[in-house]
């Protein structure tokens, strides 16, 4: 280990406060299984999806997408420019599902059951399908990552057939076949809830909708990943693959942005865009600040950023718009006379004590593993 990384590793600020809300975390989760769902959330028959759902697992999956899209960039269209972010993408893709599956361990009210889909099998149900799909696709993460692993442990031989190309190339492909599957089938979900969802949102298109949106929130978050953990890891940043990343997710919002509006026009709902009331406002916030935009941002500085804040600013704002599309869609933005719902102290807990432990378990997987590829450095902010 060199000295750089010694002193990485002893650095206490950033991985201590993760190490206290991951305490945390484990203290609010004893209470939670013995109070049960009922005693710590404010859950309810209007808004039985709340926090947990919304934040740590509809938007989790979503900025965890950034693994299928790098990866199928990489070894399916051989865009080697981005080969050096790719096991970092995979491993926040993998952590991240990984803590996608603790948290519904979590939200559901028998967490004991949580293997019966495994085995007691109703082919009927979109959950069935979205239940394999992350499972398998979190099997395809585990063996795309396999690599840096047996690299570390000294399994130099195995580690190379697992990062060879002939093994790489059908698993991005699978990746991205899965991703596609699951992350549309979440929009799915909500197809049947056309009376109670406002229909500024809701729409047949909204598994495309779910999927495209995901594919931005990857790119993006992506490129929050890669610009902070330079400057925390000391590692070059590579301006051109910002910038890459950067006109990805713009030409991705662009094609959002132009699904979501044309859709309200065919349907003949874009009146609802002018309705006086709460929705059209939480309609106008996502669409034009934390999607319109950035998407402008991006496309200004895509080809010209000299320093990371003016791409990191606009992907942070993506990341936000789609954490409240799927907030807004789960309840924020449906038709509940009467029901309110506001997350208790305990659910606030328990999700910030799963972004803390992503961030606990990213940082000592870069510290203690070979993540990152050397760059060749086009312009240093």
Not at 5 to 30: D, E, Q, T
Not at 317 to 342: C, D, E, K, W
């Amino acid at each position: 280990m060199s000295k750089q990384r010694k002193r990485i590793s002893m650095m206490p600020g950033g991985g201590l406060l993760a190490f206290l809300f991951m305490l945390a975390l484990v203290i609010a989760g004893f209470y939670r299984f013995t109070k049960g769902l009922g005693g710590v959330s404010n859950l309810n028959d209007d808004i039985p999806w709340g926090l947990w759902i919304g934040v740590d697992v509809l938007a989790g999956v979503a900025l965890a997408s950034g693994g299928f899209t790098i990866a199928g960039a990489v070894y399916i269209f051989n865009l080697k420019k981005y080969k050096p972010i790719t096991r970092a993408a995979v491993l926040t893709a993998f952590i991240g599902y990984i803590m996608v599956s603790v948290s519904i361990f979590f939200d559901i009210g028998k967490p004991q059951t949580i293997w019966h889909p495994l085995v007691l099998w109703n082919n009927q149900s979109i959950m069935f399908e979205v239940v394999w799909c992350v499972v398998i696709y979190t099997a395809v993460l585990a063996l795309e990552f396999a690599g840096p692993f047996l690299e570390k442990v000294g399994a130099r031989g195995l580690g190379q057939i697992m990062t060879s190309k002939k093994v790489l190339i059908p698993l991005a492909i699978a990746a991205v076949i899965l991703s596609f599957l699951h992350q549309s089938s979440m929009g799915a979900l909500f197809l049947f809830m056309s009376s109670k969802l406002n229909h500024l949102w809701w729409t047949t298109m909204l598994p495309y909708n779910f999927f495209i949106s995901a594919v931005a929130a990857g790119l993006a978050m992506v490129s929050f990943e890669y610009a902070v953990s330079s400057a925390v890891f000391h590692h070059p940043c590579d301006m051109g693959i910002l910038r890459g990343l950067g006109k990805g997710t713009a030409i991705v919002l662009l094609a959002y942005f132009i699904l979501r509006i044309g859709d309200l026009i065919v349907k003949d709902n874009l009146g609802l865009m002018f309705a006086t009331g709460p929705a059209n406002i939480l309609f106008m916030i996502e669409m034009v600040a934390l999607t319109f935009l950035p998407m402008i941002l991006l496309f200004k500085n895509a080809d010209s950023a000299i320093h990371i804040r003016s791409l990191l600013f606009p992907q942070s704002l993506v990341l936000l718009g789609v954490i409240m599309n799927r907030l807004n869609i789960l309840f924020l933005a449906q038709y509940r006379p009467g029901a309110s719902y506001s997350p208790s102290f305990i659910e606030w807990v328990i999700t910030i004590g799963l972004i803390a432990t992503i961030v606990f378990v990213y940082r000592f997987s870069v510290i203690k593993l070979p993540i990152s590829y050397p760059v060749k450095i086009e312009n240093q902010p």
